[in-house]
């Protein structure tokens, strides 16, 4: 398994100006860079843990009094990434879950959580375009496995408490499941 860093930032400037210290720093590769709202500015790369450490640790220090968050996920389950991206199938497995957090590197520390905990399938990882500054995911999988996905997700929420809410549909109509495609 890669890592994956990720700063988020409250100035798309120095988001920027973070942004290209970090991938000059080590040897990562850039998942994505992007303005949301409102008005922060996030940075993800993958790599072996030492490069996206160090790469973080720049990012974090240009950043600044602009830091609102940084993460390091050791070794990232693979799904986070395609979720990051919206490369996923969107196919229910039965219930669905869904993860709505205060902050973009929450809700990717917690879908990590979440996929890890349990057999789940992450849909989206939907970082803050358009949502006044919160995150959701949703993932999908059987009843028990999406309600033990959601609870992981819950008990990885206590070091930094910006989960902002959960919810498990147990068998989700299809005029809704097509809202999310």
Do not use: W
Not at 55 to 80: C, F, P, R
Not at 154 to 162: F, I, M, Q, V
Not at 165 to 180: C, F, G, N, Q
Request: charged content about 20%; glycine content about 8%; some cysteine.
């Amino acid at each position: 398994m890669e890592s994956l860093g990720m700063i988020e930032l409250n100035s798309i400037a120095r988001g920027i100006e973070a942004g290209d210290a970090i991938v000059k720093t080590a040897d990562v590769k850039l998942v994505g860079a992007y303005a949301s709202c409102p008005g922060k500015y996030i940075v993800m790369i993958r790599g072996k843990v030492a490069a996206v450490k160090s790469a973080i640790e720049v990012g974090a220090k240009t950043a600044g009094k602009s830091l609102v968050n940084d993460i390091i996920l050791a070794s990232v389950h693979e799904q986070v990434f395609a979720a990051l991206s919206c490369s996923t199938e969107i196919v229910c497995k039965g219930a669905v879950g869904v993860i709505e957090t205060y902050s973009l590197a929450t809700a990717v520390l917690l879908s990590d959580a979440a996929v890890k905990a349990a057999n789940v399938e992450l849909l989206e990882i939907r970082l803050g375009r358009g949502l006044g500054g919160k995150s959701f995911t949703i993932l999908t999988g059987d009843v028990s496995s999406v309600k033990a996905a959601v609870e992981a997700a819950e008990t990885a929420n206590k070091e930094d408490g910006l989960l902002a809410h959960t919810a498990v549909i147990p068998r989700i109509s299809e005029e809704m499941l097509r809202t999310l495609i």
